[in-house]
Protein backbone atom coordinates (compact mmCIF):
# COMPACT_ATOMS: atom_id res chain seq x y z
CA UNK A 1 0.00 0.00 0.00
CA UNK A 2 1.60 3.63 -0.62
CA UNK A 3 2.26 6.24 1.86
CA UNK A 4 -0.21 9.19 2.12
CA UNK A 5 2.01 12.61 0.79
CA UNK A 6 1.75 14.34 4.05
CA UNK A 7 4.15 17.17 1.93
CA UNK A 8 2.02 17.23 -0.70
CA UNK A 9 -1.40 18.10 1.81
CA UNK A 10 0.09 20.08 3.71
CA UNK A 11 1.27 22.04 0.41
CA UNK A 12 -2.30 22.68 -1.24
CA UNK A 13 -3.50 23.41 2.53
CA UNK A 14 -0.45 26.31 2.50
CA UNK A 15 -1.76 27.17 -1.03
CA UNK A 16 -5.32 27.28 0.04
CA UNK A 17 -4.40 29.68 3.32
CA UNK A 18 -2.73 32.16 0.91
CA UNK A 19 -5.16 32.44 -1.52
CA UNK A 20 -8.04 33.14 1.25
CA UNK A 21 -5.61 35.68 2.97
CA UNK A 22 -4.86 37.28 -0.24
CA UNK A 23 -8.69 37.56 -1.40
CA UNK A 24 -9.58 39.14 1.98
CA UNK A 25 -6.81 41.65 1.75
CA UNK A 26 -7.98 42.62 -1.91
CA UNK A 27 -11.94 42.76 -0.20
CA UNK A 28 -10.36 45.14 2.34
CA UNK A 29 -8.75 47.41 -0.16
CA UNK A 30 -11.75 47.41 -2.36
CA UNK A 31 -14.12 48.36 0.50
CA UNK A 32 -11.49 51.36 1.34
CA UNK A 33 -11.24 52.77 -2.14
CA UNK A 34 -15.05 52.90 -2.33
CA UNK A 35 -15.86 56.47 -2.95
CA UNK A 36 -18.00 58.09 -0.43
CA UNK A 37 -15.61 57.51 2.57
CA UNK A 38 -13.12 60.52 2.00
CA UNK A 39 -10.80 58.45 -0.06
CA UNK A 40 -9.40 59.83 -3.45
CA UNK A 41 -11.91 61.30 -6.12
CA UNK A 42 -14.26 62.20 -3.37
CA UNK A 43 -15.57 65.76 -2.61
CA UNK A 44 -14.21 68.09 0.50
CA UNK A 45 -16.63 68.52 2.92
CA UNK A 46 -17.90 72.12 3.87
CA UNK A 47 -15.04 73.69 1.53
CA UNK A 48 -12.10 72.08 3.84
CA UNK A 49 -9.55 70.62 1.24
CA UNK A 50 -6.65 67.63 2.54
CA UNK A 51 -3.32 68.70 2.21
CA UNK A 52 -2.28 64.65 1.97
CA UNK A 53 -1.62 65.78 -2.19
CA UNK A 54 0.35 68.52 -1.16
CA UNK A 55 3.69 67.12 -0.04
CA UNK A 56 6.34 68.95 0.86
CA UNK A 57 9.96 67.64 0.44
CA UNK A 58 11.33 70.03 2.98
CA UNK A 59 8.23 69.50 5.28
CA UNK A 60 8.43 73.07 5.94
CA UNK A 61 4.94 74.44 7.64
CA UNK A 62 6.10 77.79 7.16
CA UNK A 63 6.46 78.55 10.56
CA UNK A 64 10.34 80.29 10.36
CA UNK A 65 10.48 81.80 13.87
CA UNK A 66 10.90 78.54 15.78
CA UNK A 67 14.97 77.79 14.76
CA UNK A 68 14.64 74.17 15.80
CA UNK A 69 14.88 72.72 12.30
CA UNK A 70 18.10 73.88 10.52
CA UNK A 71 17.39 75.96 7.29
CA UNK A 72 16.95 74.12 3.77
CA UNK A 73 18.82 74.51 1.15
CA UNK A 74 17.66 76.89 -1.78
CA UNK A 75 16.40 74.94 -5.03
Request: charged share 55%; glycine share 10%.
Amino acid sequence: MAKTNFQYERRQKDLEKKRKKEEKLKRKADKKDEPGEGVDGAEPVDGIESDADDSDDDGDDGDDGDGDQPATEPK
